[in-house]
């Protein structure tokens, strides 16, 4: 199956700062979403970026499918950004739907 | 608003127990949807899909006989831990997909905890 890794695993920001998580994975996929999981558990949905480049506010995303990784931009970031950031990747065909999650990165940003 | 409807969100419940989780697809169809679980300080894990009208198809090393998936109708997929135990402690977070080139909805998840 598709592998996906993330880095880093950690990070620790002072508010304000600029960051950039990253995802890369094993081969190619026509579904890839980038969550926040919040403290409760539930999955936010940021972005669905198979390929191209998009931007909500302070965040943006940018998946370069060829080179099979995708990146994710935090700017100006705030202590309500903390909280555990998912990739998440899936295929075609029959696996149609299914998702293979990184293992994540923690943020925490301190005030 | 959700577009996928999980409940309950919190269950704990003493050994032996069998307990049911609800999802549900809210203003679409869905003829199959998919069961994660997530435990603590870990990624989320696909367990089953869920197809309406025939069997789930299950990941490997999941236990079909433990984990009951029924797709009753094109919005309800249930998830029936039986007779759980303390290992099965863990949150469990359904999804349905959108249209082609649509993000997966997943619902608020349920904690489950056996004691």
């Known amino acids: 199956g598709i592998q996906v890794e993330q880095s880093p695993p950690d990070l620790i920001l002072q508010e304000g700062a600029n960051s950039t998580l990253r995802c890369n994975f094993s081969?190619?996929?026509?579904?890839l979403q980038w969550f926040h999981q919040n403290p409760w558990g539930q999955l936010i949905n940021l972005f669905y970026i198979p390929s191209g480049t998009k931007q909500n506010g302070r965040l943006s995303a940018t998946t370069v499918a060829t080179e099979r990784y995708s990146l994710l931009y935090i700017s100006s970031s705030q202590t309500t950004d903390s909280g555990v950031y998912f990739c998440a990747v899936g295929g075609g065909g029959t696996s149609y739907g299914k998702l293979t999650f990184g293992q994540g990165t923690i943020l925490t940003v301190h005030p | 608003g959700a577009v996928v409807s999980q409940h309950p969100s919190r269950v704990i419940c003493k050994s032996g127990t069998s307990v049911k989780i609800e999802c549900r697809s809210l203003d679409f169809q869905a003829t199959t949807m998919f069961w994660y679980r997530q435990f603590p300080k870990q990624s989320l894990m696909l367990m089953a899909t869920?197809?309406?009208?025939?069997?789930?198809?299950?990941e490997q090393g999941v236990e079909k006989d433990k984990f009951l998936i029924n797709h009753a109708s094109l919005t309800l997929s249930t998830l029936t831990v039986t007779s759980a135990h303390p290992e099965d402690s863990s949150f469990y977070i359904c999804?349905?997909?959108?249209?082609?080139?649509?993000?997966?909805?997943f619902g608020d998840g349920t904690r489950l905890s056996i004691l």
């Open positions: 869920s197809n309406e009208g025939s069997k789930a198809t299950y």
């Open positions: 081969d190619s996929v026509n579904n």
């Open positions: 999804s349905a997909p959108g249209r082609e080139n649509q993000p997966q909805h």
